[in-house]
């Protein structure tokens, strides 16, 4: 990901430039469940409960009861999601509908179940998934419950599980929220009309409000996407379509199956888009994706994208891993830019250059933007952190990176000296009482957008730079 640079900051507000402005709220965050365990549910959910009964008045509530081993509880407020099962393939199809602003799916996860256990545990938020129609290996559950603070889903069958390989299925819906991350609506005008665009933001936990997963970078696994969207609207996900089918109004999109990848770079956009196409000299295919009309804008991006990806096959000796690359421009969007796999979505001020009214140095923050999401399909996409601890590698690498991208193909920009002056953001950050080490204990899903700071970003990047000159560039490379 890449925060927002202050000189994009600048140009946003800029005539006929977009900002991250987000619409009225649909409404609050949900999570539901349909069918037959919802009295289950209700101790969970009722305040007059049980388990969560509402404290007496002027007295601090109780604390939880301790877990039960052998219960669903004894799975809440764990950092991590248990390990005796995880996904290796994930079947997702999903139908959102762009004028309700809403979404309904279908999973298939094939799963492995490693040790003995009754249960299984999985990441879920904001979303309504069908008890009546979950199956694992023809099993239904006899427990569906789903732990809000720490956003699981647990599945309790009557008796262990068989060891290997089943399929896990379910249907669940939700709605195309507009807080910019999980699967949200982005607006844009089409011929004088206000149009909704479907977009992903997924990292770092979000991907949970989208599709059930287990949703931490270690639990790579292969995904492959079917969308159903409206006949004339663009589908775009990680990976090339496969083949797609109409019927009536609706057009089926089957995409080929990925590689192995964390849930936090599954990517999806749908909407009305034009694109601007160049080839590496390997012969990948790069479109730059935006609003109908704007897409003459795309190509300074297109261009340093190009020469990104063939530097990088260079510098990293391996090929870029994936058959093409799309970058989107995104009218809102939360951070600067989000290094999905395939298909790297935009803030259009990081993307789009307008040769009549964007500001010279925004050629600077654009390249920098693009060259920083490319090193990550590397850096983070190929090769991942195992958890979130380890995000200053990440983010300290790809703006490190970045940089030595940008200063090869813009020698006269000068911009080692640039990053010495971005970096004292991250020294500034490290003087107060509040700084933390580059690598952070995380001990919650919530507790990881915290890190998302200068201190990764700028102060890891540093840390780099002086591993690289100690080494020398030939042995750290
Ligand atoms: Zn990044």
Redesign the pocket.
């Known amino acids: 990901?890449?925060r927002l640079l202050v000189a994009l900051l600048l140009v946003s507000v800029l005539p006929g430039a977009s900002g991250g402005d987000a619409g009225p709220p649909l409404g609050g965050r949900k999570m539901g469940f349909a069918g037959e365990t919802a009295g289950v549910l209700a101790r969970y959910f009722n305040k007059d409960a049980n388990v969560e009964a509402a404290a007496p008045p002027g007295r601090a509530p109780a604390p939880p009861p301790p877990p039960v081993a052998g219960t669903p509880a004894q799975f809440r407020g764990q950092p991590l999601l248990p390990r005796f099962a995880a996904p290796r393939r994930y079947d997702l199809r999903i139908r959102p509908d762009l004028v309700a602003c809403t979404f309904s799916g279908t999973a298939s996860v094939a799963v492995a179940v490693s040790a003995p256990t009754r249960f299984l545990v999985l990441n879920a938020a904001d979303l309504s998934v069908d008890s009546a129609s979950i199956r694992f290996r023809d099993l239904a559950p006899k427990e569906v419950v789903f732990f809000d603070d720490d956003e699981i889903l647990v599945l309790g069958f009557s008796k262990d599980l068989p060891l290997g390989e089943g399929v896990l299925s379910m249907k669940f819906n939700g709605t195309l929220n507009d807080q910019m991350r999980g699967f949200y609506r982005s607006k844009y005008q089409y011929k004088g009309k206000m149009k909704n665009m479907a977009v992903t933001q997924f990292e770092s936990v979000d991907a949970r409000r989208c599709f059930p997963c287990w949703d931490e970078p270690a639990f790579k696994a292969k995904f492959k996407l079917t969308l159903e969207v409206p006949v004339g609207m663009v589908a775009l996900s990680n990976m090339p379509i496969a083949n797609q089918t109409v019927a009536g109004p609706i057009k089926t999109v089957r995409y080929v199956e990925s590689p192995l990848m964390s849930t936090y770079l599954v990517a999806i956009v749908v909407g009305l888009l034009e694109y601007i196409e160049g080839v590496t000299p390997e012969g990948t295919k790069v479109r730059v994706y935006t609003q109908v009309g704007k897409s003459d804008q795309g190509k300074f991006a297109l261009d340093v994208g190009i020469k990104s990806l063939h530097l990088y096959k260079d510098y990293f000796g391996t090929p870029y891993p994936l058959p093409k690359l799309d970058m989107v421009a995104i009218p809102d969007f939360a951070a600067g830019a989000m290094?999905n796999y395939g298909l790297v979505t935009f803030r259009e001020v990081a993307l789009l250059f307008d040769e009549e009214s964007s500001a010279e140095s925004s050629k600077q923050s654009i390249a920098i933007t693009v060259a920083?999401?490319l090193a990550?399909q590397w850096f983070?996409n190929l090769v991942t952190m195992e958890w979130w601890t380890h995000l200053w590698l990440?983010?300290g690498f790809?703006?490190w990176m970045s940089n030595l991208a940008v200063d090869s193909f813009f020698p006269q920009w000068n911009i080692w000296t640039q990053f010495l002056d971005d970096t004292t953001a991250g020294l500034k950050l490290d003087s107060l009482a509040e700084s933390h080490p580059i690598e952070v204990e995380i001990h919650h899903a919530s507790e990881v957008d915290e890190i998302f700071d200068a201190i990764s970003y700028d102060k890891g990047a540093s840390v780099i730079r002086m591993l690289q000159n100690y080494l020398g560039a030939e042995r750290f490379q």
């Open positions: 990901m890449q290094e920083h999401e990550h983070g990440n983010e790809a703006t």
